[in-house]
């Protein structure tokens, strides 16, 4: 069972590149989201989305873009990056409405801008 | 106030002792709660949700206060994979607007 599938686990960026993160999960959830997590702070939600074509903005959402490709696939995409979001990067998702229902995560992204 | 706070630790605990910690949130309004356990570099893993009468699973406990707005975690007769940084997350909603706040996490040392 794969669960929540995020790739890469690494990257290196310069400052003003820009790349996609790919999350996918296969158990049919509805709801999935994207997080970034900086040492010795909580995750934070960057964006969310409660269905298939739906997306809203979480605590962080500035300098990233998500779309919901169909019900498997969430991709967060950094459009200019900054050393600011050098952060470890977690997708996640979980059954019916957002938030209510315990989340299932992937093993973590780690971006790095230099 | 931050949000949703837990005593950053490290607990560092004999091996089968008891140990719980406690993780406070400011919306009184807050839903939902769980706990999850993050070991170090890995993704958080959810250790068990927090109904309103308390749950127990195994060695593990949670409550919730919901008149001094905190959810606590019991550890019973703990082991060394316990070792672990534990992690609360609290749901509210208004309307159509969601709130998922997690805490920094409480770092758990089990010692031998």
């Known amino acids: 069972n794969a669960g929540v599938t995020q790739t890469p686990k690494f990257q290196v960026l310069k400052t003003g590149q820009s790349m996609t993160l790919q999350c996918a999960q296969d158990m049919n959830h509805n709801s999935m989201y994207w997080y970034r997590q900086d040492p010795g702070m909580g995750l934070r939600l960057i964006y969310y989305s409660a269905s298939e074509g739906t997306t809203d903005k979480g605590e962080v959402p500035n300098g990233y873009n998500v779309s919901r490709l169909n019900k498997r696939e969430f991709s967060l995409r950094l459009e200019s990056a900054a050393p600011s979001q050098t952060s470890v990067y977690f997708c996640a998702s979980s059954e019916g409405t957002i938030g209510n229902q315990p989340q299932h995560f992937g093993d973590g992204t780690r971006l790095s801008i230099l | 106030r931050k949000e949703v706070e837990q005593d950053p630790g490290p607990f560092n605990v004999p091996e089968g002792a008891t140990v719980a910690f406690n993780c406070t949130y400011s919306?009184?309004?807050?839903?939902?709660f769980f706990w999850y356990r993050q070991d170090c570099r890995k993704e958080p893993k959810l250790l068990m949700s927090v109904y309103s009468s308390g749950n127990e699973d195994g060695r593990f406990t949670a409550q919730l206060n919901r008149a001094s707005q905190y959810i606590s975690l019991l550890i019973r007769d703990s082991k060394l994979s316990d070792s672990a940084t534990y992690l609360c997350?609290?749901?509210?909603?208004?309307?159509?607007?969601?709130?998922?706040?997690w805490g920094a996490g409480t770092k758990l040392i089990i010692k031998p």
């Open positions: 997350v609290v749901y509210s909603s208004r309307r159509s607007n969601y709130q998922l706040i």
């Open positions: 919306n009184s309004a807050s839903q939902s």
